[in-house]
């Protein structure tokens, strides 16, 4: 069982920055694959991103280039630092987690993840 927890959500306006936190916990943190997902009004949920339980991480194509994740294992907390943010990145925010067996890119891509967080909003005003 894992419980994630999301933070940081908020209004920004176009070309700005935030930081949205993650804490898990339930079971061994550095056990997880972490990955981010979004989802915007009127709009199926959104890939975003994956980080490994070593830090290695990949990227959907649309946040390439801007987005960044990082892991604190000593805290329990994956981080996705958002930078160039733009209209149409307002979604709500959520963390997912899974084991390293089944936290596959490929499932992660897909949305077959086993656990989620409640999701925090994220507002890009232009």
């Known amino acids: 069982q894992v419980q994630l927890v999301e933070s940081g959500g908020g209004l920004v306006q176009a070309g700005g920055s935030l930081r949205l936190s993650c804490l898990a916990s339930g079971r061994t943190f550095s056990s997880l694959v972490m990955g981010w997902f979004r989802q915007a009004p009127g709009k199926e949920r959104e890939f975003v991103g994956i980080i490994s339980r070593s830090g290695g991480s990949y990227y959907a194509d649309s946040v390439k280039g801007r987005f960044t994740i990082s892991r604190d294992n000593a805290k329990n907390t994956v981080y996705l630092q958002m930078n160039s943010l733009k209209p149409e990145d307002t979604a709500i925010y959520y963390c997912?987690?899974?084991?390293?067996?089944?936290?596959?890119?490929?499932?992660?891509?897909?949305?077959?993840?086993?656990?989620w967080g409640q999701g925090t909003q994220v507002t890009v005003s232009s």
């Open positions: 997912a987690a899974d084991s390293d067996y089944r936290g596959t890119a490929t499932n992660f891509r897909n949305g077959r993840v086993h656990y």
